[in-house]
């Protein structure tokens, strides 16, 4: 069974892309807890990320670390914090979110509704940052 994740890669389900290479995709999560807050995935299912190959585990990264240049480029913030929870969706996902305190990693505050216009143009504003 696919996972959400593995459907949005696919174009089953839309999504506001940010990057994709041949190995990974990012897009702005739908229910964020900050503006430009974005999702990173590996294109192939793996549940745990810990349980990729570390070489796959180290593209990744790599991948996410020119993503959060791109968000740190189009979104005012001090930093993008990297958080890996996992529990959401059984596909591995690293969360980069635009922060200017640490406060704003909290995902029990309540989560961003955005007009999917504003969404179109955070996506399309961090894909220019991206180098």
Avoid at 44 to 73: C, H, P, R, W
Wanted: hydrophobic residues 45%; aromatic residues 6%; negative net charge.
């Amino acid at each position: 069974m696919s996972t959400i994740f593995t459907k949005i890669v696919k174009g089953e389900i839309p999504s506001y892309k940010v990057a994709e290479s041949d190995r990974f995709y990012a897009f702005l999560d739908i229910n964020p807890i900050t503006k430009g807050h974005t999702l990173v995935i590996p294109k192939s299912e793996t549940d745990y990320i810990f349980d990729m190959e570390s070489n796959e585990l180290s593209d990744m990264v790599v991948f996410a670390q020119k993503v959060a240049i791109g968000i740190k480029a189009a979104i005012p913030c001090k930093r993008v914090g990297v958080a890996v929870l996992g529990l959401e969706v059984p596909h591995a996902h690293i969360h980069l979110i635009p922060i200017n305190s640490e406060s704003d990693m909290d995902f029990r505050k309540p989560k961003l509704r955005l007009e999917g216009e504003e969404m179109a143009s955070i996506a399309a504003s961090i894909s220019a940052g991206i180098k």
